[in-house]
């Protein structure tokens, strides 16, 4: 994790309300003040104060029923961009991407998926693509949001795109990291889902509890990345485990299998007219490059790139290029 938090003086924002907080939130928060009041190494201490400096930016809104975690960053009058987390994620994952961004004048929105990362969970288990693209529609209302740009990664990329075919007024530009054309395969629908749920909540969640960060990423490196992250960003990234709830990880799970949600998936893109660009890993074994190519080949203003030497998890892998690659793709929406 950076060492630095955006200089956001310029920007007028309500001071941090505990009250108005998730649990998660206020339960993480305590444990991280408890560990900076012990003894520590340098390295920890400053990893625990990095994560304190992203807390200190935590806000909070309820739309449609949920209370929600954001962070606000950037002069309100820089062109919003709204960040979109991905799969049993949390906002944290885009943590590198906000000083670079803010210091040539965007605002930045990250917020966390209803149960997801400090975002509490829905009672009525709302985790459909559909629900999560209201819920974004509503954050924008809230913050009062002008047209807006808006990255997704993974999971995101599927509302993103729903959002973006359904409110073609509130979209400057999209851009997609990792997200591809999936058919639906009656096989994968069966199985993919009951895999999934049996590693994360049933093997790698358990783990991460016991403070085993290092199983979860033993996991991610040899299966879902090519490069290797730093400890920093590793144990921020299995924080996501245990802030996410084990039921929206499963029905979102099974959502990405549907043939409901992935039929449609030509047609929304067909109907984005913004600017559009996916990049993605070339050695992605989630959502691969040959398919995000072909979504693409679809879209009536689609850029594509594809990374080398990169898998599925490229705001930890490559940090830097997302970084490059956004600065460069809004400088030419603008």
Not at 92 to 104: K, N, R, S, T
Not at 220 to 245: F, G, I
């Amino acid at each position: 994790m950076g060492s630095s938090v955006p200089n956001t003086a310029e920007v007028e924002r309500p001071a941090l309300n505990l009250q108005a907080a998730t649990e998660k939130y206020r339960t993480y928060r305590a444990e991280v003040d408890a560990h900076l009041a012990g003894h520590l190494s340098s390295t920890e201490r400053e990893r625990l104060e990095a994560a304190l400096r992203l807390m200190d930016e935590a806000r909070f809104v309820e739309i449609n029923g949920v209370v929600h975690h954001y962070m606000d960053y950037g002069p309100r009058d820089g062109e919003p961009l709204v960040l979109i987390h991905g799969w049993d994620c949390s906002s944290y994952w885009w943590h590198h991407i906000i000083d670079p961004l803010v210091a040539v004048g965007y605002r930045i929105i990250l917020y966390d998926l209803k149960g997801h990362g400090f975002s509490d969970s829905d009672p009525q288990m709302g985790y459909r693509v559909a629900d999560f693209s209201d819920d974004l529609k509503a954050l924008g209302d809230a913050l009062k949001l002008p047209a807006h740009h808006v990255a997704a990664f993974s999971l995101g990329a599927f509302v993103a795109l729903h959002y973006a075919a359904n409110n073609a007024a509130r979209v400057r530009s999209l851009v997609f990291f990792n997200f591809s054309l999936l058919t639906y395969n009656a096989v994968a629908a069966a199985m993919t889902p009951a895999t999934l749920d049996f590693v994360f909540n049933k093997m790698l969640r358990p783990i991460e509890k016991r403070g085993l960060w290092w199983i979860p990423y033993i996991y991610a490196r040899l299966v879902l990345s090519k490069n290797a992250a730093s400890v920093s960003d590793v144990k921020l990234a299995t924080l996501s485990l245990r802030c996410c709830d084990p039921q929206a990880i499963r029905i979102s799970a099974e959502e990405l299998a549907r043939r409901d949600v992935l039929d449609p998936l030509p047609d929304q893109m067909r109907r984005v007219q913004q600017p559009t660009l996916l990049v993605a890993g070339s050695g992605d074994p989630i959502m691969r490059p040959q398919d995000g190519r072909k979504l693409m080949q679809l879209a009536p203003h689609g850029q594509y790139i594809e990374v080398p030497r990169c898998g599925h998890l490229i705001l930890f892998e490559l940090p830097d290029q997302v970084v490059q690659i956004l600065r460069l793709f809004l400088r030419e929406v603008r």
